[in-house]
């Protein structure tokens, strides 16, 4: 009976259906119906991915704005205790003038030294003044790029579309694909930078202000600031090097991001400039590397490896315009067709659901050869489909069974389109490959070396080679 008068708690309904979600759902659904469930699904992982992200970055952006306001006080007071040290002081101005009336009237002969010298800043001041107006513009810089950003979240919020859901899904993959090209994330998160290089300004020129008043005030402040600073940089240095660091912040992803960039120049710097007055060539060292690889290999692996530049994997077809997917194989246009691609990639990639998974695939089998393959031109999304076929198909080895079956059938017919579209001079081949060779005696590898196999008996000429290879 207590337990009538607890209030009720219930997650949302978004959530409740992502969590008891039916993965094999997709499987039961007419073609035609899997398109419409592949975006009904997109739409709601969509809806949860954007509303997570605007709801960090606004959260992050009250703080700013709070702080901002409050450290822009404290830095005008100290301003107006320091500004009149830049402009001569009025009352010396008014005593030699009277010391000058005084002489006239005692009719004394009035010297250059009488008067009043031009006045002058001394350095110290402007320093001073300089540090704390530049702190000063930092974060009221700091306040008005948090209110742009606030602008620019609420443009990107998709509350009040109306329409069908597959437009709907490729206007939102054409919002996220701008937010993308344009680093919003990343320009939203660089102002919490700027207050930092705000607060540093701030206590530089505190310290110097004091140090010429009161060296043992001045010595509290720069111990405990350089305490600060110490303690500011062991953290970040620490999030920037351990990925697992909880001391996380934008300081730390702007210096992980600056030592890539640096890294990746020095590698332009190595394979350009220093590499080849190296006696050793780069194609020299590679034909060398790869025989060893094959005389260290066992003779199975051995004769696998060094077939497979001669192994007749077919190329891409020059006319792909008989080789359909079905006969329900949506025709898109150009802007359509991209975006298309790159939604089904974004969920493949984002999505640990399995049904949504399943129902990805299943969409994308029903897209033209050539689109199926355009997505997973890239290597972050290659990996992927390589990784979820061969979970695919050691699911089906384990659980035998018409779903597990089916979804295997499903992943393997992406992964053949995908392969019959490469060159056989595409890192896909190499990475099956590879793939196939370190598999230890698992289902997956004997699906691999099938598809291998299978791919140099058909020339992929007709839209029935996937089924045949499959």
């Not at 939102?172 to 993308?180: A, M, S």
């Not at 320009?187 to 009161?214: A, E, T």
């Not at 394979?271 to 005389?295: N, Q, W, Y």
Request: net charge neutral; aromatic share 8%; charged share 20%.
């Amino acid at each position: 009976m207590a337990n009538i008068f607890l209030p009720h708690q219930s997650q949302p309904q978004a959530n409740r259906e992502y969590i008891f979600d039916d993965p094999y759902a997709p499987l039961r659904l007419p073609p035609l119906a899997q398109i419409s469930e592949f975006w009904r699904r997109y739409d709601r992982l969509a809806d949860i991915h954007d509303k997570k992200l605007t709801t960090n970055l606004n959260g992050n952006l009250d703080v700013l704005l709070i702080f901002a306001a409050l450290f822009s006080a404290i830095n005008t007071t100290f301003i107006s205790i320091t500004m009149p040290d830049l402009s001569p002081n009025p009352s010396d101005e008014t005593n030699t003038l009277l010391r000058l009336l005084v002489m006239r009237a005692d009719n004394n002969t009035l010297t250059p030294a009488d008067l009043a010298p031009s006045f002058s800043a001394n350095s110290n001041s402007i320093i001073v003044n300089s540090l704390l107006y530049a702190s000063l513009s930092c974060s009221l810089l700091v306040a008005v790029g948090a209110m742009m950003a606030k602008e620019w979240l609420q443009s990107f919020d998709r509350t009040g579309q109306t329409g069908p859901l597959e437009e709907q899904g490729r206007f939102r993959q054409g919002k996220f694909n701008g937010v993308l090209e344009w680093h919003l994330e990343a320009v939203i998160k660089f102002l919490p930078n700027l207050l930092l290089l705000s607060v540093i300004f701030f206590f530089v020129g505190v310290c110097i202000f004091l140090f010429p008043i009161n060296t043992v005030v001045a010595g509290i402040v720069i111990a405990f600031s350089g305490i600060g600073v110490v303690f500011s940089g062991v953290v970040i240095v620490a999030g920037a090097i351990s990925p697992t660091c909880p001391y996380q912040s934008a300081a730390s992803s702007a210096l992980r991001r600056a030592c890539r960039a640096l890294a990746k120049l020095w590698k332009i710097i190595w394979r350009s400039a220093i590499l080849p007055v190296c006696s050793i060539s780069r194609e020299h060292l590679s034909t060398l590397l790869a025989k060893i690889h094959v005389l260290a290999s066992p003779p199975d692996r051995a004769s696998s490896v060094a077939g497979s530049p001669q192994s007749g994997i077919p190329r891409a077809p020059e006319e792909s315009g008989d080789l359909r997917a079905g006969a329900n194989a949506p025709i898109l246009a150009g802007s359509e067709r991209s975006l298309t691609v790159q939604a089904a990639r974004w969920q493949l990639e984002t999505t640990s659901n399995r049904g949504d998974q399943i129902s990805t695939i299943q969409f994308i089998c029903s897209l033209d050869r050539d689109v199926c393959a355009s997505v997973f031109e890239h290597y972050y999304s290659w990996k992927p489909l390589l990784s979820l076929t061969l979970d695919a198909f050691e699911i089906w080895h384990s659980q035998p069974n018409k779903e597990n079956q089916e979804v295997a059938e499903l992943f393997g017919l992406v992964l053949c389109r995908v392969l019959l579209q490469c060159s056989e001079e595409d890192e896909k081949w190499k990475d099956i490959t590879e793939e196939s060779l370190s598999l230890p005696n698992r289902f997956g590898k004997a699906f691999i070396q099938t598809v291998i196999l299978a791919s140099k008996k058909y020339s992929s000429q007709t839209a029935k080679d996937d089924q045949r290879i499959l």
